[in-house]
């Protein structure tokens, strides 16, 4: 099972942090990916990291931006968003994937969180 918090109302330029608890006793050998979704618009990869929490994988338009981390003592995945935009609003979901591969597809994971809502105003 996995739980997302953190997402609110922002302005533009401002940050914020969403924490993705998972209740996985093998929390490590999960990867772990977080996925946004606009109004009207498939849902779409953002970031993703490896077991350990070296290996990361950004999409283009988070890098420098964006941060993932874990905390494998806390079963816990983290998204550090900077310089939030407009463009970032969306419902973001954290997704688990047992195995190393931390993939940018949709069906590269098993389990989906319920998603927090992240509103980024001008």
């Known amino acids: 099972q996995l739980q997302a918090s953190g997402g609110g109302l922002v302005q533009a330029g401002e940050s914020l942090r969403l924490s993705c608890a998972a209740s996985?006793?093998?929390?490590?050998?999960?990867?772990m990916g977080w996925f946004r979704q606009a109004p009207g618009k498939e849902r779409e990869f953002v970031t993703a990291?490896?077991?350990?929490?070296?290996?990361?994988r950004y999409a283009d338009s988070v890098k420098g931006r964006f941060t993932i981390s874990r905390d494998n003592a806390k079963n816990t995945v983290y998204l550090q968003m900077n310089s939030l935009k407009p463009e970032d609003t969306a419902v973001y979901y954290c997704?688990?994937?047992?195995?190393?591969?931390?993939?940018?597809?949709?069906?590269?994971?098993?389990?989906w969180g319920q998603g927090t809502q992240v509103t980024v105003s001008s």
């Open positions: 997704a688990a994937h047992y195995g190393l591969q931390y993939g940018s597809r949709l069906d590269d994971y098993d389990y």
């Open positions: 996985a006793r093998t929390f490590s050998r999960y990867s």
């Open positions: 990291i490896g077991w350990s929490g070296i290996s990361t």
